[in-house]
Nanobody
Framework: QVQLVESGGGLVQAGGSLRLACVAS????????MGWFRQAPGKEREFVAI????????AYADSVKGRFTISRDNAKMTVWLQMNSLKPEDTAIYYC???????????????WGQGTQVTVSS
């Protein structure tokens, strides 16, 4: 069992930065792939970034590539999403997720956090 708690969201102007954190509890964190997903109002949840349990492999949605960076520290049981050069279209609720498979599909993840709101003003 893994419990996830996100933090770090907020209101920022376009071009600004935010760093989201997801702190996990549960002994399986170090072997879990971790992902960040987001959902904007009226839209479906979409993949943002994923990181392999080892931290060696990462992948990003094309819309955030070059602007966002995912990282993790298994000793701290934390995964981060550094978001730079934010755009209004990045506005959404951001969720972290944990699961046994390194996948861009949300359906492959077993555990989800409650989400943190990110709002980017123009």
């Amino acid at each position: 069992q893994v419990q996830l708690v996100e933090s770090g969201g907020g209101l920022v102007q376009a071009g600004g930065s935010l760093r989201l954190a997801c702190v996990a509890s549960g002994r399986t964190f170090s072997s879990a792939a971790m992902g960040w997903f987001r959902q904007a109002p009226g839209k479906e949840r979409e993949f943002v970034a994923i990181i392999h349990w080892s931290g060696g492999n990462t992948a990003y949605a094309d819309s955030v590539k070059g602007r966002f960076t995912i990282s993790r520290d298994n000793a701290k049981m934390t995964v981060w999403l550094q978001m730079n050069s934010l755009k209004p279209e990045d506005t959404a609720i951001y969720y972290c997720a944990a699961g046994p498979y390194y996948s861009t599909k949300g359906s492959r993840y077993d555990y989800w956090g409650q989400g943190t709101q990110v709002t980017v003003s123009s």
